[in-house]
């Protein structure tokens, strides 16, 4: 999946016109959201020299340089802070472009730094939503969360930056005690905004003679529904019903809830072994409705690790993300490629 990499900014921009850029063709030719230029500005100080009428941005050739310093600084992991001022001193001394050298002296430096997450090799923009969850700054998580469902789809969002970033952070919280809880618990709470608003509104369920919904839930006392949240928006973007029933689900609920759907399938999540009920799945796969002759029952989608090494004949595990919508997908109208593929 090369072709989802995010293009770095290494060719300097077009001269603008005389009057300078606005802020969304700047935006656009950095690859970066409007929202974060003017974030930047506020911030730190790296806004445009000129603004027409007093109120509206116009970007000069010298500040698209400064700009354009500060996203290869930030892509290389320089803290924005540290960035943005590199990256003014670097357009004041050097008329032609910044010493190369200085960002990957300030990369080095911030690599060895005292609070940074153990994120091995990933993608760029995990470091970036790393040191926005880090620095708890929500407006930065927001932006960040929502440009990549925007620019990468929903599947590479999660499986390349959300999950490896959610894991670093939970490393880091179980080697520092009880530091860093604050951090995972805002992270989630953004990703969780993220896939929210990545559902959008509800769709028109299918007419009642057509398949059911898919039901989604975790298994009773298992509180981590937030991949179950990413599966919720991938079933929507692909237009498929769902029943999105969340966190620690109680066993006779789930069965009546069942019951009452006729769905196509249940997804049950269990995050530890300690919480993934065999007895339950087997129970929800054997449930049955409809007249005599013709009745039905839900084919089982087992999610998480805490199935591993627990066979259990007639059920799918899908190992990822983008398998398990494959293989919902399938059971609605045969194998369809999966959006983001």
């Not at 990957?104 to 993608?123: F, I």
């Not at 839900?298 to 591993?308: D, I, K, R, S, T």
Request: hydrophobic share 40%; charged share 20%.
């Amino acid at each position: 999946m090369g072709e989802d990499r995010p293009t770095q900014v290494s060719e300097p921009a077009a001269e603008p016109a005389e009057a300078g850029v606005t802020t969304g063709a700047l935006a656009r030719r950095l690859g970066v959201s409007p929202t974060t230029l003017r974030s930047w500005d506020r911030r730190y100080g790296v806004g445009p020299a000129v603004r027409s009428d007093g109120r509206h941005r116009r970007w000069t050739p010298q500040d698209v340089a400064m700009l354009e310093e500060m996203c290869r600084l930030t892509s290389a992991g320089v803290p924005p802070a540290e960035a943005a001022r590199t990256a003014r001193k670097g357009v004041e001394r050097i008329p032609h472009g910044p010493d190369p050298a200085e960002g990957a002296r300030l990369g080095r430096q911030r690599s060895r730094a005292a609070g940074a997450l153990p994120l091995g090799d990933v993608r760029q923009e995990c470091r970036g939503l790393a040191r926005a969850a880090v620095r708890l700054d929500a407006p930065a998580m927001d932006d960040q969360l929502a440009s990549l469902v925007e620019r990468h789809g929903l599947v590479v969002a999660w499986d390349e930056v959300m999950v490896p970033t959610l894991h670093a952070v939970g490393r880091k919280w179980e080697s520092s005690g009880d530091r860093y809880v604050e951090v995972e618990h805002l992270l989630s709470w953004h990703i969780s905004r993220t896939l929210h608003r990545a559902t959008g509104p509800a769709r028109p369920d299918a007419p009642a003679t057509g398949p059911g919904p898919v039901v989604l839930a975790c298994v009773p006392g298992e509180q981590h529904s937030l991949p179950l949240q990413a599966l919720h928006a991938g079933l929507a973007e692909l237009g498929l019903p769902t029943r999105m029933f969340g966190a620690a689900v109680p066993t006779e609920a789930l069965t009546a809830a069942v019951r009452r759907l006729g769905p196509t399938a249940v997804v049950l999540w269990a995050q530890t072994r300690s919480t993934a009920d065999v007895p339950l799945a087997r129970h929800v796969a054997g449930t049955h409705w409809g007249v005599k002759g013709a009745r039905n029952h839900p084919a089982v989608v087992l999610g998480g690790p805490g199935w591993a090494g627990r066979p259990l004949r007639g059920m799918l595990r899908p190992p990822g993300l983008r398998d398990a919508l494959g293989s919902l997908r399938g059971l609605y109208d045969g194998a369809a490629p999966v959006p983001g593929g």
